[in-house]
């Protein structure tokens, strides 16, 4: 009982990884962009949530009301105002400006908010829990995963039901016909970066709520996204949650063997997959 119960706390912690690695997954499946600063925006998530609450007292879970929307703002600027400016054949600019913008990140929320860790309190919901056939699941990690599968497959229906859908399709098979057919790729680009940091926003406001956080985490929840979605396979959705769950199987029975191999587990779990599937799992595109 004491394994599956690890299979399955695992598996629950999937789901947070799942969403910090959806919003990589729907940005380089449509413009082929590798965002080095998606941790530190999950980070800077988690300090707006902070702020709310703070500054309104309102439950972290209602602050994504307020920071769901800015993250997509934040999103759509820092596209059409920087990172359009970098896409092109050559992958080296977008990697060099987004790994400039987590330095910048990183010091910013340090300089604003100081390197003491903080938390998100959402009351009863931390502790809450439930039974299910001998186990206790905590409503937490339920509810995280259960908003994780909600978000993949309300990004799936859009992708594939949705004029958006088609317009994110359109420009990421072949950009220069896409803006000969009417489509402005700039700004598709845009509404897909808002896109993704709105699930952002989702991502580290549950991670706030979780456990605590400073300015310095964010490589960490990058790494932890990277390998979801390269286990999951590159722009598969569904393959981003499989590889969220696969990594957090990994460290959860890592950690039941031994405390200190939580991390390890998982990352030698990544690296035996990338051995024998390179290209993930579940490929949709081809890197």
């Known amino acids: ?27 380089f499946g449509v413009m082929r962009l590798v965002n080095i ?3 530190d925006l999950i980070v800077l998530a988690a300090y707006l949530g902070l702020t709310v609450t703070t500054a309104t007292g309102m439950h972290p879970l209602f602050a994504l009301i307020v920071v769901v929307p800015t993250m997509a703002v934040i999103g759509y600027v820092l596209q059409r105002g920087l990172l359009n400016q970098t896409l092109g054949d050559d992958l080296l600019p977008p990697l060099l400006v987004t790994f400039g913008l987590s330095v910048i ?22 502790t809450a829990s439930f039974a299910v056939g001998g ?61 993704a940091l709105g699930v952002t926003a989702i991502a580290g406001i549950l991670l706030g709520i979780r456990t605590s956080f400073d300015p ?3 490589g960490g929840r990058l790494i932890f996204g990277f390998e979801a979605v390269i286990i999951g396979g590159l722009g598969n959705l569904w393959g981003t949650l499989a590889g969220g769950v696969i990594l957090g199987v990994a460290q959860t029975v890592g ?13 030698i779990a990544f690296l035996i997959i990338l051995a024998i599937r390179p290209n993930g799992l579940f490929p949709r595109i081809s890197a």
């Open 1 to 27: 009982m004491d394994w599956l119960n690890a299979v399955v706390q695992g598996t629950l912690l999937g789901g947070l990884y799942a969403l910090f690695a959806a919003g990589l997954s729907l940005i």
């Open 37 to 39: 600063g998606h941790g």
């Open 105 to 126: 990140l990183q010091n910013g929320l340090l300089e604003i908010y100081s390197a003491d860790p903080q938390k998100l309190e959402a009351g009863a919901l931390e």
């Open 135 to 195: 186990l206790n699941l905590g409503v937490l990690p339920v509810l995280t995963f259960a908003v994780a599968v909600a978000v993949i497959w309300g990004l799936q229906w859009t992708f594939y039901h949705t004029a958006l859908g088609r317009a994110f399709r359109a420009v990421s098979d072949n950009q220069d016909i896409a803006q000969l057919m009417g489509l402005n790729r700039r700004h598709i680009f845009g509404v897909a970066m808002a896109l």
């Open 216 to 218: 310095s985490i964010g």
């Open 255 to 267: 950690a039941k063997i031994d405390p200190g191999w939580q991390v390890l587990s998982g990352h």
